[in-house]
């Protein structure tokens, strides 16, 4: 009898020694993975004639280009470190003009959201100019 109720027990308690699953944590949402905000396309337009394109995010980088005042150029990414060009501390952006990529000092730049404001803004700078004449 002894060895029944013995063997009772253990019934009883080999469920309770079987591996429990951990529990899902229902409040967890998976999102969907986003670029860094520095790698964000944006666009911009050149603020001043002739400002240069280079080739490296320093002053002394061989000159690529010579972009108009007014054209649209599409912000690739920013350079994380403040640094400081012609007596002014701002940020170099990468940028992709028409095909032709290189650094600009963000005082050149004037940055938008979309390309629609980039448009609407060297519309009035491009045809602002021409209206003077």
């Not at 905000?37 to 690529?64: D, G, M, T």
């Not at 060297?122 to 045809?127: F, K, N, T």
Request: net charge positive; proline share 5%.
């Amino acid at each position: 009898m002894r060895i029944f109720i013995f063997f009772f027990i253990l019934l009883l308690l080999i469920p309770g020694c079987k591996k429990k699953e951990p529990k899902k944590n229902n409040w967890l949402i998976e999102l969907p993975q986003t670029k860094n905000p520095i790698e964000l396309y944006q666009w911009a337009i050149v603020k001043y004639k002739f400002s240069r394109l280079r080739e490296e995010p320093i002053e002394e980088s061989k000159i690529i280009n010579y972009l108009p005042e007014g054209v649209i150029i599409n912000i690739i990414k920013k350079q994380d470190k403040l640094t400081k060009f012609n007596n002014k501390k701002g940020h170099w952006f990468y940028i992709d003009n028409e095909g032709e990529k290189g650094w600009i000092f963000e005082s050149f730049i004037e940055i938008f959201n979309s390309y629609d404001e980039a448009l609407k803004r060297s519309e009035e700078i491009i045809l602002g100019k021409d209206n003077d004449k």
